[in-house]
């Protein structure tokens, strides 16, 4: 399985700041997920990442609130925009599996605060 | 579009018990379906899959499920548990042909073993 990382692990924010999440893979891998997992709750998928086109968004969730880039195979950000108290959550990213496409393997999550 | 069920929010067991955790998902013609553990303060585990084959699949720390069609359950069952399994575990499905790869997320069941 692959191996994923984020950064940061955690971070407490003021409402109206934004804050950028990254999410590293060691291998190179096709689709990149990003989702969010609000207090005491189920994990929500936000939007699919492709390398070299833009992603797909779903319900309820818009780009300008949560930009995502994807410059390659290896390497997403996610940014949580003009923040507010009910954006504290767990953003987690996962990854296709190589050679596995139908598995996803899951980073550990950055845990975001916002006062 | 498909909807995952745990039935327990909550499942208290005492060390050395046997443990099923019930998982219901809405019917599709071909579905995949996994179980996740997620330990406190941590990211998603991946335990066990079913893409096809045996209804029967093994997982990782003595954990096995069954996929039952015809009830559409894929309960996740242990024979004798232990203090670190406490954790919650998530059930998840996706739907190939309609979705792609797109996990959709049951609520998740919190095991508290005891001793």
């Known amino acids: 399985s692959a191996v994923i990382s984020q950064k940061p692990s955690r971070d407490i924010c003021q409402r109206g700041t934004s804050l950028t999440i990254q999410c590293q893979v060691d291998s190179q891998v096709t689709m990149m997920f990003w989702y969010r997992q609000q207090p005491g709750q189920s994990l929500t998928l936000i939007a699919t990442?492709?390398?070299?086109?833009?992603?797909?968004?779903e319900s309820g969730f818009v780009i300008d609130k949560f930009p995502i880039s994807r410059p390659n195979l290896t390497f997403s950000t996610l940014t949580v925009s003009n923040m507010s108290p009910e954006d504290s959550s767990i953003y987690l990213c996962?990854?296709?599996?190589?050679?596995?496409?139908?598995?996803?393997?899951f980073g550990p999550g950055t845990r975001l605060l916002v006062l | 579009a498909q909807s995952v069920t745990q039935l327990d929010s909550q499942v208290p067991v005492f060390e050395e018990a046997p443990v099923e955790l019930r998982c219901n998902y809405s019917s599709s013609v071909s579905v995949y379906l996994f179980w996740y553990v997620q330990y406190p303060n941590q990211g998603l585990q991946l335990l066990l899959k079913y893409l096809s084959g045996s209804t029967l699949v093994k997982g990782i720390n003595g954990f096995e499920a069954e996929f039952n069609k015809s009830q559409t359950s894929f309960h996740l069952r242990k024979p004798s548990v232990h203090i670190s399994d406490t954790a919650e575990y998530f059930c998840a499905v996706s739907d190939p042909m309609e979705y792609g790869n797109k996990l959709v997320f049951g609520a998740g069941t919190i095991l508290r073993v005891k001793s």
């Open positions: 990442a492709n390398q070299g086109s833009e992603a797909t968004y």
């Open positions: 996962s990854v296709d599996a190589v050679g596995n496409g139908e598995t996803q393997y």
